[in-house]
Every structure is written in structure tokens, then in C-alpha cells.
């Protein structure tokens, strides 16, 4: 029996890409140097694509197969895939959530206990000798009684606000509108948020409406004693102003998981010392990756049984 053809537009994991090859004919947009000449040569009836989140699916690539049905992207975030033109074309779109939430907020917690206790700096005292010649290191910041307010208390938020109450902070948290029956106060205003909390965690999806939500203002009102923390995506905040903020001692600290132009990190942030830098690792375990990708293969799997996809988002 000839297996359905796939359009593999991410590289994804070995472990991944075995499992596809069980059940589908893959070809690897990934690999081509001639992305056109590439799609232009496929087989007609190309029906399933498998994505990452980082790299989606183009509306190009959508209208260039008449066919598909189903769009499986390996991740949360799915901004990288041009939902309105797989809405147009009566395109399933799925993501991996879930299976992640624990792991990302812990990395968001070890963020935190890191820019609050200095720990890289810290690290590096030790290794360099200077405990010695120089004697203690200066005296930090803790999490405990602190306020954090949450931006975006989806999956991975409630997540966050669980461990961080864990740690005896109080929790706050801004979204599109408020959530019944949650045990946090709700600003609708990030300002005012921010000008009310010690930390500001993101950790919202990236839309049109998120997209620079930590703006020149909320930092502002972060002010002098406040810390950020970004494990959402980098378009959320505007990076200039935050390299400015924390240049200038505006802000007290940032922890960073994302960038704006990911792997490319400014020189600026990295010159800084009131900085914690990640390369986007907030779900990078084995574990979880593996859940993740086993979670792509179950979304294409059920549609081609013609069964209801795990984890649909469109």
C-alpha cells in the first residue's frame, strides 16, 4: 500500500522523523537549497505537513499544496504558521501543548532564582578565584515575598503560579480578560501591573496584540527594583527599550529564554551583567521533547485514520 506523502519543513528529531517514516512517504523541504524548485516538484496530493514552531508554514508553501489537510507543528507557539491562510484553505492546524508546562516553569523558576541570587555571577566569582583574593561575595535578592505578575495565565502560566507560590510570592496576572475561579488578582492594564509587582514573568503566546506588549511604558513602570522575565517569545518586548532599561539601571534585572532575532542575541545584552541569557531552552529536556515530537506523530496519525486530532488549534 503506498504511504501518503509528507512535507517535512523542519528538521525534527531523528526519533521524530523515524516514526513519520513508518506511516508516510517524507520529503525534506528542510534539506532543499531550491525552496521553489522543491515544491514545485512534489507529487500532487501532498496532504500532511510536520513543522516546528520555530519555523511554521508559509502561506507559499500552503497554496503551493492543493491537497493538504493537516498542519502538525512541533511546539506551543504556533505564530510561525500562517493560520489565516490554512483557515482559507479549510487547513487542520495542531501544536504540542501540555506535555511542556511543567518544564518550562521550572525553567522559568530557576530564571528567577538565578537573576535574584546572582547565581551566574556568583558561579563565575568562584571559578575565577576572587572568593579568595577578594573575600564574600555581595549580598542578593530572594523570591520570598516578593510579588510576580503573570502575563498570560494560560497552561504554562498556572504552571509558573504554582511554583511560584511554592516559594511564598504572591501572584498577579494580566491576559485578555479575566479567568473565573482563579485564586490570583487580574489587572487589566499591564502598567498598572507592572508598577505593583517585583517581577514581571511573560509567558503569553505572540499575536498581533501581544506583539510588544512589554513596551518603553510597562518597563518604566516596572521600575528601578523590578525584574523581567521572558520565556514567551522575544516579539513581546521591546528589546531596545529593555537593553536601554537595563543599560541605565531603570530596571534591576532581566532573565531571557527568547530573543527578537533568534539565534542572534545583541551584543548589548550580552555585555550586561544584570542579565540572565538562555538559548531558548525552556522545553529543551528529553523528556519533554520526546513527548513533544511523539505528540506531532499522534496529531498526523489520528487525521489520516480520520480520527479527531489530539490537539487541534484551527
Known amino acids: 500500500m503506498t504511504k501518503p506523502d509528507l512535507l517535512l519543513v523542519a528538521d525534527l528529531a531523528p526519533r521524530v522523523v523515524e516514526q513519520l517514516d513508518k506511516d508516510f512517504t517524507v520529503h525534506r523541504y528542510c534539506d532543499a537549497d531550491d525552496k521553489a524548485g522543491f515544491l514545485a516538484a512534489l507529487p500532487d496530493g501532498v496532504r500532511f505537513v510536520a513543522t516546528g ?22 511546539g506551543v507557539g504556533y505564530d510561525a504558521v500562517d493560520v489565516g491562510a490554512a483557515r482559507e484553505h479549510g487547513v487542520r492546524v495542531t501544536n504540542t501543548p501540555d506535555v511542556l508546562n511543567d518544564c ?20 563565575r566569582y568562584t571559578r575565577e578565584g576572587r572568593w579568595e583574593r577578594e573575600g564574600s561575595f555581595p549580598l542578593t535578592e530572594e523570591l520570598t515575598g516578593k510579588t510576580v505578575g503573570i502575563i498570560g495565565l494560560g497552561r504554562i502560566g498556572k504552571s509558573i503560579a504554582r511554583l511560584a507560590q511554592a516559594f511564598s510570592m504572591r501572584v498577579v496576572y494580566h491576559g485578555r480578560s479575566e ?37 518603553r511604558g510597562v518597563l518604566e513602570a516596572l521600575g528601578p527594583e523590578g525584574r523581567l522575565v521572558n520565556v514567551a517569545r522575544g516579539d513581546l518586548v521591546d528589546e531596545p527599550a529593555l537593553i536601554e532599561a537595563l543599560s541605565l539601571g531603570a530596571i534591576a534585572g532581566a532573565a531571557l529564554d527568547v530573543f527578537a532575532q533568534e539565534p542572534h542575541v545583541p551584543e548589548e545584552l550580552l555585555k550586561l551583567q544584570n542579565v540572565v541569557l538562555l538559548p531558548h531552552q525552556g522545553s529543551a529536556t528529553h523528556k519533554t521533547r520526546a513527548a513533544m515530537g511523539d505528540l506531532v506523530v499522534r496529531n498526523l496519525q489520528a487525521h489520516l485514520r480520520g480520527d479527531p486530532v489530539p490537539t487541534p488549534v484551527v
Do not use: K, N
Not at 104 to 123: D, K, N
Not at 182 to 210: C, G, H, K, N
Open 53 to 74: 514552531g520555530g519555523t511554521g508554514c508559509s502561506r507559499e508553501i500552503i497554496e503551493a499544496l492543493p491537497a493538504l489537510e493537516i498542519i502538525s507543528s512541533f
Open 179 to 215: 479567568q473565573a475561579h482563579q485564586p490570583f488578582e487580574y489587572y487589566a492594564d499591564v502598567e498598572a501591573m507592572a508598577r505593583d509587582v517585583d517581577w514581571l514573568v511573560v509567558i503569553a503566546p505572540s499575536t498581533p496584540q501581544t506583539r510588544g506588549i512589554v513596551s
Open 104 to 123: 518550562v516553569a521550572e525553567v522559568t523558576m530557576a530564571l528567577m532564582l538565578a537573576l535574584a541570587h546572582r547565581l551566574p555571577e556568583a558561579e
